[in-house]
Nanobody, 120 residues
Framework: QVQLVETGGGLVQPGGSLRLSCAAS????????MGWYRQAPGKQRELVTT???????NYADSVKGRFTISRDNPKNTVYLQMNSLKAEDTAVYYC??????????????WGQGTQVTVSS
């Protein structure tokens, strides 16, 4: 079995920071792209940021300049550093990955999500 496990969520005040981690485990040969998505109550799940295996990144306009994605390939882990958090960043944050498993590629594998709440 392969799984993505997100950690690091919690309650922070506006202007604060959090760092999320997503560790992929199982019989993984390679992870091509990892990304973070978020879903607030009553809203569609939206792309936050992605990073490829060669380090190329993309960010949603709403988080540019505040969030930074990075990855540690030997650990099959992706991170999301979130600074200057706003109330509108409140959401469940999900990790997503495109991976090559033994004998089968997987596109769009999801983690279980971690709650981020920004409130004073």
């Amino acid at each position: 079995q392969v799984q993505l496990v997100e950690t690091g969520g919690g309650l922070v005040q506006p202007g604060g920071s959090l760092r999320l981690s997503c560790a992929a485990s199982g019989s993984i040969i390679h992870i091509y792209t990892m990304g973070w998505y978020r879903q607030a109550p009553g809203k569609q799940r939206e792309l936050v940021t992605t990073i490829t295996d060669d380090g190329s990144t993309n960010y949603a306009d709403s988080v540019k300049g505040r969030f930074t994605i990075s990855r540690d390939n030997p650990k099959n882990t992706v991170y999301l550093q979130m600074n200057s958090l706003k109330a509108e960043d409140t959401a469940v944050y999900y990790c997503n990955a495109d991976m090559w498993l033994p004998g089968r590629p997987i596109k769009g594998y999801w983690g279980q999500g971690t709650q981020v709440t920004v409130s004073s």
